[in-house]
């Protein structure tokens, strides 16, 4: 199985739907097997450092192949990873939010959230991976009305 630009398109918008709910304006990246940006969404007001969070949240849950919460206890001072967030030129996020997309145990993608705290990020993270699993493979039967940047709804 192949992560889509359509099914990315979907993610996106499940991710901004729970941000909302949650009253954040966040940032949203997608990424493919190989931690390359397949989408990006920034909601209106999104912090601009945040773009780069993001994508380097699911970037790093790939190249890691583990959620980047799991990171930040290892990363402390004394902890057996410290100092992993200064390799890769500085691309590791150890913060919460980056969660890899996996089917039938295989990664096949990541995402990333910047726009909250760590918890918040991995909130809607959480509920990105809950779509992704709820797709069985395939986009969903029902239509999808949408283009970057727009507010449009599934229908």
């Not at 992560?3 to 997608?30: C, P, R, S, W």
């Not at 493919?32 to 990006?40: E, P, Q, S």
């Not at 918040?120 to 999808?144: C, I």
Request: no cysteine.
């Amino acid at each position: 199985m192949r992560l889509t630009l359509e099914m990315a398109k979907i993610l996106l918008m499940e991710g901004e739907k729970k941000a909302k709910e949650m009253g954040l304006a966040a940032d949203i990246a997608v990424v493919d097997d190989g931690g390359n940006l397949i989408a990006f969404y920034r909601m209106d007001h999104a912090r601009i450092g945040g773009i780069n969070i993001s994508q380097n949240k699911a970037w790093t849950s790939v190249a890691l192949q583990t959620p980047t919460a799991n990171l930040a206890q290892a990363a402390q001072p004394g902890g057996p990873s410290f100092g992993i967030n200064t390799t890769n030129n500085g691309r590791i996020v150890i913060l919460g939010g980056g969660i890899p997309l996996t089917k039938e145990g295989r990664i096949i993608g990541g995402i990333g959230v910047s726009g909250g705290t760590s918890a918040q990020d991995v909130e809607v993270a959480s509920a990105v991976v809950k779509a992704f699993d709820n797709m069985h493979g395939t986009a969903p039967t029902r239509s999808l009305q949408a283009r970057i940047g727009s507010i449009t709804q599934f229908s």
